[in-house]
T-cell receptor
Framework: NAGVMQNPRHLVRRRGQEARLRCSPM?????VYWYRQLPEEGLKFMVY????????ESGMPKERFSAEFPKEGPSILRIQQVVRGDSAAYFC??????????FGPGTRLTVL | KQEVTQIPAALSVPEGENLVLNCSFT??????LQWFRQDPGKGLTSLLL?????REQTSGRLNASLDKSSGRSTLYIAASQPGDSATYLC???????????FGAGTTVTVRA
C-alpha cells in the first residue's frame, strides 16, 4: 500500500503565477487534510476535505487559496497570484474514518 | 483555540545521553496526541500515537507519556544516537474532526 503521495515535490513560481499542488491519499482513505509550514514555524492546519466536500477551511486564507477533493483523482490545493509570503512547505495528510493521519513528503513552494 | 507549546526549542546532547522533550497544550479535551520526527527538508514520520484514554506509548527506545489533566506530554528517547538528530513535533488531535494542532518543534542535535 503506497503512502500519501504529493507532487510536485518542489515548485518554483514567479509572483502572480498560479501554483497547483496535488495530493493522492492512501488507498481507502477518504479524509484529506492540508497543512502549511512557514519557515521557522510549526505546521498550521489549512483545510479538511472529504470526497467532494470541504468540511473545514477555517485555516485557509480567504483570498487566492482554494482546495478540492473530487470524486476521482487527487486532492488539489490551488494558490492563485502567488506572493513571496506563500513560500512554504505544504503537507497533505490522509486518514480512513478517523485516528492517525498519514503525512505525505510535502511540496516545497518557492515564489521568486 | 488549542495552543501547543514545545520546550525547549533546541537541544544539544552528547551521544548516549537520554533525551526529554516536553509538549504542553491548553485545551485538555483532546482525542489523541502524536509525536512526529521531521528531518531537514523532509516530510513527517509518525513516531508514537497516544489516545486520550492512554497514559503512555512505547516503541523501542522511545516512550511518550500523556497527562491530559495537566495538558502535558513528554517524549523520552533513551541512549541517544547521532541518527536521532532531527526536529521533533508534537501534535494534538481534536475529537470531532481530528485536525491536528502542532507545536513549533524541538530541534535535537546528538553529538558523536
Amino acid at each position: 500500500n503506497a503512502g500519501v503521495m504529493q507532487n510536485p515535490r518542489h515548485l518554483v513560481r514567479r509572483r502572480g503565477q498560479e501554483a497547483r499542488l496535488r495530493c493522492s491519499p492512501m488507498k481507502g482513505h477518504s479524509h484529506v487534510y492540508w497543512y502549511r509550514q512557514l519557515p521557522e514555524e510549526g505546521l498550521k492546519f489549512m483545510v479538511y476535505l472529504q470526497k467532494e466536500n470541504i468540511i473545514d477551511e477555517s485555516g485557509m486564507p480567504k483570498e487566492r487559496f482554494s482546495a478540492e477533493f473530487p470524486k476521482e483523482g487527487p486532492s488539489i490545493l490551488r494558490i492563485q497570484q502567488v506572493v513571496r509570503g506563500d513560500s512554504a512547505a505544504y503537507f497533505c495528510a490522509s486518514s480512513p474514518l478517523a485516528d492517525t493521519q498519514y503525512f505525505g513528503p510535502g511540496t516545497r513552494l518557492t515564489v521568486l | 483555540k488549542q495552543e501547543v507549546t514545545q520546550i525547549p526549542a533546541a537541544l544539544s546532547v552528547p551521544e548516549g545521553e537520554n533525551l526529554v522533550l516536553n509538549c504542553s497544550f491548553t485545551d485538555s479535551a483532546i482525542y489523541n496526541l502524536q509525536w512526529f520526527r521531521q528531518d531537514p527538508g523532509k516530510g513527517l514520520t509518525s513516531l508514537l500515537l497516544i489516545q486520550s484514554s492512554q497514559r503512555e506509548q512505547t516503541s523501542g527506545r522511545l516512550n511518550a507519556s500523556l497527562d491530559k489533566s495537566s495538558g502535558r506530554s513528554t517524549l523520552y528517547i533513551a541512549a541517544s544516537q547521532p541518527g536521532d538528530s532531527a526536529t521533533y513535533l508534537c501534535a494534538v488531535g481534536r475529537g470531532d474532526d481530528y485536525k491536528l494542532s502542532f507545536g513549533a518543534g524541538t530541534t535535537v542535535t546528538v553529538r558523536a
